[in-house]
């Protein structure tokens, strides 16, 4: 389905990767994520290397051995900082560590990080390479076809070959541009155009290049005419996988092979888990949160959503809410089996 990976040395499986969000692919959401997709691989939200430096790495780093494998993505233009970030992030065992290069926050207005960065691939790949220079696992990018009025063929290229240089092998690729001026971070992942060929011509101009698509991506079906659109090595999946995590599990399961993912082991698993944090003080809320979209597209959607959004917040609720709701929720799709494929079962309504 895939290009097999160019870069031998590393044992990481990107063919399917859960997108860094932030806010939203915190360590609970990557737990939940890990459930319904044993192989993916999992992505933190974006830590700026000054946060990491400011406020100690534990606070942002911190995960279950379950999440692996996992990226963690930074974010920032110095390279002497980002290097520093690497440096203090040692010990927490990433499989890889990213640099954002694609993200139209706020605060690139002031030139700080993200997508900005595009006009200025020395620098990335300055930062780059200082990254490399602190660990032995792969410094990866992520980045756009290109910003605002950047030449998406010559500029993308210009850009691409600068961190070639620096020792990149790994670039995950958000089909689109980011507009910079007047677009929120919200518009920007939806106004401009999505060009799948623009990255597929990229792929076919830079074999020795691992090319993971990101971008629009909602089904195993879209992944599958993704896939014979260009030489990628994997996709990258986005709000997809976070508003409708069966999909996730669908996807997955037809990718790598395995069983579909059983909802209700899943929300017990969840509900232990959710017991265990409580233990550290993590509020039920906290956690589900980012499994409101379970049962979307099935009888019984509204409920979950409801209990577990409404419910979860008063500080009396236990973690067992979680496999008790699915239990119901589930009853309500009638004799039918509890495994509940996403694709297949979008009709159930
Ligand atoms: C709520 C939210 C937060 C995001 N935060 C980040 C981020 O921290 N770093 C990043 O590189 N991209 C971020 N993105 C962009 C996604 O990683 C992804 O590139 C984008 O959503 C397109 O993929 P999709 O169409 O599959 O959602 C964010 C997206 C969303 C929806």
């Known amino acids: 389905m895939f290009k097999p990976p160019s870069f031998k040395n590393d044992a990481i499986d990107r063919r399917l990767c859960v997108a860094p969000m932030m806010d939203w692919t915190d360590r609970h959401c990557r ?32 995960h279950d051995l379950t999440e692996h494998p996992l990226a963690l993505q930074l974010g920032g233009s110095e390279p002497d900082r980002l290097a520093a970030a690497v440096r203090a992030v040692r010990d927490f065992r990433f499989d890889e560590i990213n640099l954002n290069v694609g993200c139209p926050s706020p605060r690139v207005k002031a030139g700080c990080f993200g997508a900005s960065l595009m006009a200025e691939p020395e620098l990335v790949a300055k930062c780059v390479a200082a990254m490399q220079a602190e660990t032995d696992r792969p410094i990866t990018i992520k980045c756009r076809i290109g910003i605002d009025d950047m030449d998406e063929v010559a500029g993308l290229n210009h850009f691409v070959e600068a961190q070639i240089k620096a020792g990149v092998k790994i670039i995950y690729l958000h089909a689109r541009k980011a507009w910079l001026n007047g677009l929120s971070p919200k518009e920007n992942r939806e106004i401009p155009p999505l060009n799948y060929d ?24 879209d992944i599958r005419a993704a896939s014979e659109k260009g030489a990628f090595c994997g996709v990258m999946i986005g709000r997809a996988a976070y508003k409708t995590p069966r999909e996730l599990a669908a996807m997955s399961a037809e990718m790598f092979g395995h069983e579909l993912a059983d909802i209700q082991q899943i929300a017990e698993e969840m509900s232990c888990y959710a017991k265990t944090a409580a233990q550290k003080g993590v509020r039920l809320h906290s956690i589900t949160r980012h499994m409101l979209g379970l049962f979307t597209g099935l009888k019984g959607a509204r ?42 079962n979008r009709k159930v309504a």
Not at 202 to 209: F, H, I, V
Request: glycine share 8%; net charge negative; hydrophobic share 45%.
């Open 198 to 221: 623009r990255a597929a011509r990229l792929a076919a101009e830079y074999p020795e290049l691992d090319i993971i698509l990101n971008g629009g991506l909602e089904t195993a079906e």
């Open 31 to 62: 737990y939940f994520h890990r459930l319904l997709s044993p192989n993916a691989l999992l992505f933190t939200e974006m830590v700026t290397a000054e946060a990491i430096l400011h406020a100690g790495a534990e606070r942002f780093c911190e």
């Open 303 to 344: 409920y979950w959503r409801r209990t577990l959004g409404e419910q979860a917040r008063q500080g009396t609720a236990h973690a067992s809410l979680i496999a008790e709701t699915a239990k119901i929720c589930l009853a309500r799709q009638g004799a039918s089996s509890a495994r509940q494929g996403a694709s297949s």
